[in-house]
T-cell receptor
């Protein structure tokens, strides 16, 4: 299975943009890039996903490198409620067609400084 | 409101006892999942089900059992064969083949402590 690499932790100031990196150098052509986040003592929450093009939604933006070997989750204006562990996950659409079976790593713990 | 419910939030059991964790969803999702999370770690997949009356082992199925008799329910039994059952258990669902997917939806989790 393709693996992802993320920094263990990051800090950011409140109300500033946050760029969370993810490396996935062994990504295959059928792997989608998914991002989830987990607030303390809660279940993970879907954030965004993409294949090749950059994606935007109400929560965040996902910037995908042209060679797809890395991606960046962008929180445009961090708030204290964005403090969480962020997981970058690859999902093989061919192997797992019909379900969202995901493999979680240890993610990046984001701390927001007031 | 649609969502996933897990009960109870905290559960204590004596060593050697089987325990069943509840997971219910009213999202009309086909696929459901059980994950386990240990402190400071990511989630690990225990079992998943793509359709009623069918389920597959995940990465750490030993010592666990599941059933999927109804679309909305996917209970997990932690048996006495599970050597280290104390953990945070998370249930999730996704549309599966029944519709466009925007990701997996998670319940609030059950924290199981075996004494």
């Amino acid at each position: 299975d393709a693996k992802t690499t993320q920094p263990n932790s990051m800090e950011s100031n409140e109300e500033e943009p946050v760029h969370l990196p993810c490396n996935h150098s062994t990504i295959s052509g059928t792997d989608y890039i998914h991002w989830y986040r987990q607030l303390p003592s809660q279940g993970p929450e879907y954030v965004i996903h993409g294949l090749t093009s950059n994606v935007n939604n109400r929560m965040a933006s996902l910037a995908i490198a042209e060679d797809r070997k890395s991606s960046t989750l962008i929180l445009h204006r961090a708030t204290l409620r964005d403090a969480a562990v962020y997981y970058c996950i690859l999902r093989d659409t061919l192997r797992d067609f019909g379900n969202e079976k995901l493999t979680f790593g240890t993610g990046t713990r984001l701390t927001i400084i007031p | 409101d649609g969502g996933i419910t897990q009960s109870p939030k905290y559960l204590f059991r004596k060593e050697g006892q089987n325990v069943t964790l509840s997971c219910e969803q009213n999202l009309n999702h086909d696929a459901m999942y059980w994950y386990r999370q240990d402190p400071g770690q990511g989630l690990r997949l225990i079992y998943y089900s793509q359709i009623v009356n069918d389920f597959q082992k995940g990465d750490i199925a030993e010592g666990y059992s599941v059933s999927r008799e109804k679309k909305e329910s996917f209970p997990l039994t932690v048996t006495s064969a599970q050597k280290n059952p104390t953990a945070f258990y998370l249930c999730a669902s996704s549309p599966g083949t029944s519709g466009r997917t925007d990701g997996q939806f998670f319940g609030p989790g059950t924290r199981l402590t075996v004494l």
